[in-house]
């Protein structure tokens, strides 16, 4: 029952948000960066593995709208951590972050991820709604199939432009500061995540996708790091080399 998954999503968001709280009066520093990186991509996993239950029973509007307003709640109660790697490779790439925090930034992130399926193994196996029926079998024998349904490097194309597209309207968003930036930039991401979700999964995250599909029937390891590292990685750094072009575009535009 669509009720079931709004209470598993709601349980998620309130552990991660204790889990924030307790690790609050640790001195800053990169071990704490490092705890506030791993409990937001655990929140955004568990989140979506239950998203993903929704997308097949509810349709993909029903994904759509959890989504919007998840992104929504996360980007008011994460502070500077992401749950995505790409952000800190555009720092590094920037000269604004060290290769060693993003390094720790990036294995939080995917340990965190990973390690919250654990916690959905558990709640799945309650079956408490008739959706999460076998879920928890299926998982421990990792039956699950991947999103791909088209060739990799179609894949790979669409997660980067895809990522490309989040990434410019993230900017042009701080850039201009409209009212409700926050909704807008939401609102940009959820479509982008809905545009690709029949070809590529639109997952926009390799963290994301490695924790929700790494291992899954339908590509090899390989092809999983092509589509969801390299493809929506190098769709976030091109942004940095874009983005000059369409300040200069809104300039010309402006006078």
């Known amino acids: 029952m669509l009720h079931t998954g709004t209470c598993q999503v709601l349980l998620v968001l309130f552990l991660c948000e204790l889990a924030r709280k307790l690790i609050a009066p640790l001195n800053p520093g990169l071990v704490k960066t490092a705890l506030n990186e791993a409990i937001a991509a655990a929140d955004l996993c568990g989140c979506c593995f239950e998203l993903i239950i929704i997308a097949d029973n509810y ?29 800190h490779f555009e720092e590094c790439v920037q000269g604004n972050m060290s290769r060693q925090e993003t390094a720790v930034r990036t294995v939080a992130q995917t ?20 959706t999460h029926v076998g879920r928890s079998h299926s998982a421990v024998y990792n039956v699950c199939s991947a999103d791909l349904t088209v060739p990799v490097l179609h894949g790979a194309i669409i997660e980067g432009v895809c990522t490309l597209i989040c990434r410019l309207g993230s900017r042009l968003i701080a850039m201009k500061e409209p009212q409700y930036a926050t909704a807008i930039d939401s609102f940009i991401s959820t479509a982008m995540v809905c545009a690709a979700f029949s070809t590529s999964g639109g997952y926009l995250n390799p963290v994301l996708a490695t ?12 092809e999983h790091f092509v589509v969801y590292w390299v493809g929506s990685s190098l769709g976030a750094l091109s942004s940095l080399y874009t983005w000059p072009h369409v300040e200069e575009a809104l300039a010309v535009k402006s006078e």
């Open 59 to 87: 349709g993909l509007a029903a994904y759509g709208i959890y989504l919007f307003l998840l992104t929504i709640w996360w980007s008011m109660h994460w502070g500077d951590a992401t749950a995505c790697p790409y952000n």
């Open 111 to 130: 340990l965190g991820g990973i390690l919250v399926f654990r916690l959905i193994q558990i709640l799945w196996a309650l079956e408490i709604s008739e």
């Open 211 to 222: 924790s929700l599909k790494f291992g899954c029937r339908g590509h090899t390891p390989m």
